[in-house]
C-alpha cells in the first residue's frame, strides 16, 4: 500500500500488493487512487477491456509507435504474447503493418498470436540455430531489422533483444513492460575498424560516380543530389556503447 504497510497475510506472515493491485487474486484490497467508480449498469464483459493489458497493447501500437501509430506496410515484432502483446497485435493488423513476428517461448501462444493476425512467431528456445541470437533471425527475416519493436515482458534481456532487433537509422523499439525496480536496459553494438574502412569506400566511390553524373548541373543541385544519394547508398555503422 503506498503508506509502507499490507493488506494481506498468509499463514501469519505479510504478502505484498503485486504492483499495488494484486488483481491476480479474486479479492482485493487497494488505495483509493487505484480505484475509479463506474456504474452499475456497465457490462463487465466489456469494461474489462477498459484495464491495462487492451488498451496499453493497442495504444502502443496505434498511437505511440512512430508519428501517431504503426504505418501501413511497417515491420513488427511483439515479445510476449500474453493479453498486452496480443492487443498490440490487434493494432498493428489494424494499421496494415505487412509483417507481424510474435516471440514468445511458449509454443502454445502461437495458435492465439496467429488468430489475432500474427504472419510469423518464433520460440528462441528451440527454433534457433547454434550461435544464433533472436535478434539476428529477425534481422534476417526482414531483410536488416524491424521498423517497430514491442517488449511486452518486462525482462531487460528481452527489452535488449527488442532494441537490437531494429532496423538501424530509423527503427523503433516501444518499451511497455515494466523492469524490476533496479535493473537497467544496456545494449552493445560492434563496430570495427574494416566496417569503418569499407564504409569509408563505399563514400568515396558513392561521391566520384555521382560526381561524373551530375557535372552538368549547377554547384547547388549538383551537391544536395550527391549528398542525398550518398547518404542513402552508405550503410550505417554505429560507434557506441549505450546504457539506459
Not at 504472419?119 to 528462441?124: A, E, G, Q, S
Not at 529477425?138 to 528481452?158: E, I, K, Q, R, S
Not at 550503410?235 to 546504457?243: A, H, K, L, Q
Request: charged share 20%; proline share 2%.
Amino acid at each position: 500500500m503506498p503508506d509502507g504497510t499490507s493488506r494481506f497475510k498468509c499463514k501469519g506472515k505479510d504478502l505484498l500488493h503485486f504492483m499495488g493491485c494484486s488483481t491476480f487474486s479474486q479479492y482485493t484490497v487497494v488505495a483509493d487512487v487505484s480505484v475509479v467508480a463506474i456504474t452499475e449498469k456497465a457490462p463487465m464483459d466489456r469494461t474489462c477491456l477498459l484495464g491495462c493489458g487492451i488498451t496499453t497493447g493497442y495504444g502502443a501500437a496505434v498511437i505511440t509507435a512512430g508519428k501517431g501509430g504503426v504505418e501501413k506496410g511497417a515491420t513488427v515484432a511483439v515479445f510476449g504474447a500474453g493479453c498486452v502483446g496480443l492487443s498490440v497485435i490487434q493494432g498493428a493488423v489494424k494499421n496494415e503493418a505487412s509483417k507481424i513476428i510474435v516471440v514468445d517461448v511458449n509454443d502454445a501462444k502461437k495458435e492465439w498470436a496467429t488468430k489475432f493476425g500474427a504472419t510469423d512467431f518464433v520460440n528462441p528456445a528451440k527454433d534457433l540455430k547454434d550461435g544464433e541470437t533472436i535478434q539476428s533471425r529477425l534481422v534476417d527475416m526482414t531483410d536488416g531489422g524491424l521498423d517497430y519493436t514491442f517488449d511486452c515482458t518486462g525482462n531487460v534481456h528481452v527489452m535488449r533483444s527488442a532494441l537490437e532487433a531494429c532496423h538501424k537509422g530509423w527503427g523503433e523499439s516501444i518499451i511497455i513492460g515494466v523492469a524490476a525496480a533496479g535493473q537497467e536496459i544496456a545494449t552493445r553494438r560492434k563496430y570495427s575498424a574494416q566496417k569503418r574502412e569499407q564504409r569509408l569506400d563505399i563514400h568515396d566511390r558513392t561521391f566520384a560516380n555521382l560526381s561524373s553524373q551530375h557535372s552538368s548541373s549547377s554547384p547547388a543541385v549538383c551537391g544536395r543530389a550527391v549528398l542525398s544519394a550518398a547518404l542513402r547508398a552508405v550503410p550505417s555503422y554505429p560507434t557506441s556503447s549505450t546504457t539506459t
